[in-house]
């Protein structure tokens, strides 16, 4: 059987209340044992000493573009875009083309990322047909082929009453349902946030409550239906507050942010800057303040990319007609490191659960732990390497990140995926 040892790093496993010294054994796939001294002989060795050693990560928030805008993005390159940060399992969001709304086209993504893909891809359904938000899409088809969970991700359901019978169907299949939370009759025409900045830069913007009445109506109905309802991408201060409301009162109601949510606010937008044009739109300090609140009081509970490729020459457009979203594989972990877990935000173990348990107790992954059986899927990360991120390097197909150029203090080592060594940092 492949045997791997990884020796003397520091294991710290949230999903065990692990922290400690030693070393990990893995066989065929599979962690064995964690022990000090464990004989390498007959094994490949890894000596993660120095290192954080911690169950591999998971993104639940992944756009591939595959099938449909390949020029952008594969299964094949976002996999190795994913291992290079860190991430050994990511989801992927339905909006392909076509969109992944019913059972053909998530077992063909299934299909290509055994494949194609070096690390583990979960298909994430579509809500409606097309996306379209009026018709429930094939969702108990596409949890048989592989979905674990549905989202009309960049499309919101308007319609209170689909999206309740959405949350009624999932909730009878035990699925959690993401939500893209965004009144686009509040947001009609805008290009970033709603305020000071937008008003310099002569943009139309986009309001905060344009996401706020969308969270609160589909907690409402997350009470009425007892379904498991998730926030993506939360950018709003109201937003985060209502989480936390709905949390209190014990409802099934989680919620994820993204690194650029926490590190960048809609002042950090220069003129023309269509590598910082996302959706939910960069917001104000008090909301990047209150995300980073939200992450440190447990009213979030996992972090994720939102990696959104787009080619070169769309984002080379005007800022009025490029396309929203950066891709964030690769510098997910170095943001994370440096705004929250240096900056005392969080502990260790809370910055590793919201990569790790987090995500797998969302979307009930049998990941995200190094209990012995489980399958050994494994993230080696530095805390305090220095490294500067060149994203002309990037196993991306896609360019478009505002952090080209910027320097980290620890990062991404090593990747394991069932007990293969499947990247290692140069």
């Known amino acids: 059987m492949a045997r791997l040892v990884i020796k003397n790093g520091r294991i710290v ?52 573009r595959e099938p449909g805008f390949e020029q952008a993005e594969t299964i094949e390159s976002g996999s190795r875009a994913a291992a290079a940060g860190g991430f050994t399992s990511i989801c992927c969001m339905p909006n392909t083309h076509p969109v992944n709304d019913n059972p053909e086209i998530t077992q063909y993504i299934c299909d290509r990322a055994r494949h194609f893909a070096l690390v583990n891809i979960y298909p994430i359904g579509a809500i409606t047909k097309n996306s379209l938000g009026t018709e429930l899409a094939d969702i108990e088809g596409m949890k048989r082929t592989g979905a674990v969970a549905i989202s009309d991700d960049g499309k919101p359901v308007m319609n209170a009453r689909v999206a309740q019978r959405a949350m009624e169907a999932a909730a009878s299949l035990d699925l959690p349902l993401i939500e893209h939370c965004e009144d686009l009759d509040l947001s009609d025409g805008g290009l970033m946030h709603e305020g000071a900045r937008s008003k310099d830069l002569g943009l139309r913007g986009i309001p905060r409550s344009s996401e706020d009445v969308m969270v609160a109506r589909d907690i409402i109905l997350a009470e009425v239906t007892g379904a498991r309802y998730h926030v993506a991408h939360l ?24 690194p650029h949510h926490f590190v960048l606010a809609d002042s950090d937008v220069p003129p023309g800057g269509c590598n910082h044009k996302m959706k939910p739109p960069l917001r104000e300090g008090g909301d990047v303040s209150a995300v980073k609140r939200g992450i440190s009081s447990g009213a979030i509970d996992a972090i994720a990319t939102d990696h959104a490729p787009h080619s070169e020459a769309e984002k080379r457009e005007s800022f009025e007609r490029c396309p929203f979203g950066i891709i964030g594989l690769e510098t997910a972990l170095g943001l994370a490191l440096e705004q929250l877990y240096h900056a005392g935000a969080v502990t260790l173990q809370q910055l590793i659960r919201l990569f790790t348990w987090g995500p797998a107790t969302i979307l009930s992954l ?15 990360f530095a805390l305090d390497d220095e490294w500067t991120y060149d994203v002309n390097r ?33």
């Open 13 to 64: 496993d949230p999903s065990q209340n692990l922290d400690r010294v030693c070393d990990v054994a893995i066989e065929d796939g599979v962690v064995r044992e964690m022990a000090e001294g464990i004989a390498g002989s007959g094994a490949e060795t890894f000596d993660a000493s120095g290192l954080v050693v911690a169950p591999g990560f998971i993104d639940m928030h992944v756009h591939l």
């Open 394 to 426: 990037s196993a991306s197909k896609s360019r478009n990140t505002p952090f080209d150029g910027r320097k980290f203090r620890g990062g991404p080592v090593a990747t394991v995926v069932a007990g293969e060594i499947i990247w290692r940092r140069e």
């Open 366 to 380: 049998d990941r995200g732990t190094l209990r012995p059986g489980a399958a050994a899927d494994v993230t080696v």
């Open 235 to 258: 950018s709003s201060k109201y937003s985060v507050e209502m989480v936390a409301f709905a949390k209190r009162r014990g409802l099934k109601v989680t919620a994820e942010a993204t």
